[in-house]
T-cell receptor, first 113, second 113 residues
Framework: GAGVSQSPRYKVAKRGQDVALRCDPISGHVSLFWYQQALGQGPEFLTYFQNEAQLDKSGLPSDRFFAERPEGSVSTLKIQRTQQEDSAVYLC???????????FGQGTRLTVV | DAKTTQPNSMESNEEEPVHLPCNHSTISGTDYIHWYRQLPSQGPEYVIHGLTSNVNNRMASLAIAEDRKSSTLILHRATLRDAAVYYCILRSVVTSGTYKYIFGTGTRLKVLA
């Protein structure tokens, strides 16, 4: 597709379950960002990749959150032992080399019950 | 991280201009000012960006104060499709080539028919 694709669009997890959220960035885009957006709030930065290198993970809220981008394209955000406070929309964005515009996916809405 | 301050909500009549203000008093010399908007159930989409000079594109205009401590997004003729949350963001360079977009809570724009 032409845009950033995220899957699944919706995920319901039981508390304590592990989840994996996938992001397919625009082909050739070097930069990839993950954001967490709670209801009624702006997106909060989680982590940033440049190709396969995770250059900034300062926003990951705990060691239960892990992100990877092993081949510099598709990225996966993994949340272990989910808790209710993890319920949010998780947004992925990509940007081309030297680009100034970040392209966001539609997000994955995670609900932990 | 430099932060932005925006009004929580604004209203505009259709076909009239809208001026959305943003304060960023702690902006640093290398921070670019970006505006994104988020329609319901969508990821944010790029609107416009600038550094020091005013900018125009097909979607909007960006007016930046001389001291860069504030900026205004101008929609010249609001339509119902412009109803969204508008985010004023500082794109900070963390290290060479590493960016971080810091979102605030945004302004929810309501357009009245």
């Amino acid at each position: 597709g032409a845009g950033v694709s995220q899957s699944p669009r919706y995920k319901v997890a039981k508390r304590g379950q592990d989840v994996a959220l996938r992001c397919d960035p625009i082909s050739g885009h070097v930069s990839l960002f993950w954001y967490q957006q709670a209801l009624g709030q702006g997106p909060e930065f989680l982590t940033y990749f440049q190709n396969e290198a995770q250059l900034d993970k300062s926003g990951l809220p705990s060691d239960r959150f892990f992100a990877e981008r092993p081949e510099g394209s598709v990225s996966t955000l993994k949340i272990q032992r989910t808790q209710q406070e993890d319920s949010a929309v998780y947004l992925c964005a990509s940007m081309g080399d030297g680009g100034t515009e970040a392209f966001f996916g539609q997000g994955t809405r995670l609900t932990v019950v | 991280d430099a932060k932005t301050t925006q009004p929580n909500s604004m209203e505009s009549n259709e076909e009239e201009p809208v001026h959305l203000p943003c304060n960023h008093s702690t902006i640093s010399g290398t921070d670019y000012i970006h505006w994104y908007r988020q329609l319901p159930s969508q990821g944010p989409e790029y609107v416009i960006h600038g550094l020091t000079s005013n900018v125009n594109n097909r979607m909007a205009s960006l007016a930046i104060a001389e001291d860069r401590k504030s900026s205004t997004l101008i929609l010249h003729r609001a339509t119902l499709r412009d109803a969204a949350v508008y985010y004023c963001i500082l794109r900070s360079v963390v290290t060479s080539g590493t960016y971080k977009y810091i979102f605030g809570t945004g302004t929810r724009l309501k357009v009245l028919a």
